[in-house]
Nanobody, 127 residues
Framework: VQLQASGGGLVQVGGSLRLSCAASGFTYRNYAIGWFRQLPGKEREGVSCISASGGSTYYAESARGRFTMSKDNAERTVYLEMNSLKPEDTAVYYC?????????????????????WGQGTKVTVSS
């Protein structure tokens, strides 16, 4: 089982980045995929999630209106498009997979609800 997060980097305030999460080794279509981030000195927090079907997305208040998740089932990859980036978005971003028997609507922001985790990708927003 592998979740490979990529796409992080250094960007200026107001810029954009697209993070990718490539999945392998499990039945991808049966899992919701979430993004979490860990800011320096803080606990990991949920950013967004896309349901197993791809029909529903969920966003933290800090991400709503600026971030968009999408899913490419053929490529087994989930994307997080991040626009209008702010210095407070600086963090290590992780993707994770949650089996569809759990309600994504209810548990998308709960770390312990996820079964598999990828390594992080670092995003730095400079002012």
């Amino acid at each position: 089982v592998q979740l490979q997060a990529s796409g992080g980097g250094l960007v200026q305030v107001g810029g954009s980045l697209r993070l990718s999460c490539a999945a392998s080794g499990f039945t991808y279509r049966n899992y919701a995929i979430g993004w979490f981030r860990q800011l320096p000195g803080k606990e990991r927090e949920g950013v967004s999630c896309i349901s197993a079907s791809g029909g529903s997305t969920y966003y933290a208040e800090s991400a709503r209106g600026r971030f968009t998740m999408s899913k490419d089932n053929a490529e087994r990859t989930v994307y997080l498009e991040m626009n209008s980036l702010k210095p407070e978005d600086t963090a290590v971003y992780y993707c994770a997979a949650m089996f569809r028997t759990r309600s994504a609507a209810r548990f998308w922001g709960v770390e312990s609800a996820y079964d598999y985790w990828g390594q992080g990708t670092k995003v730095t927003v400079s002012s």
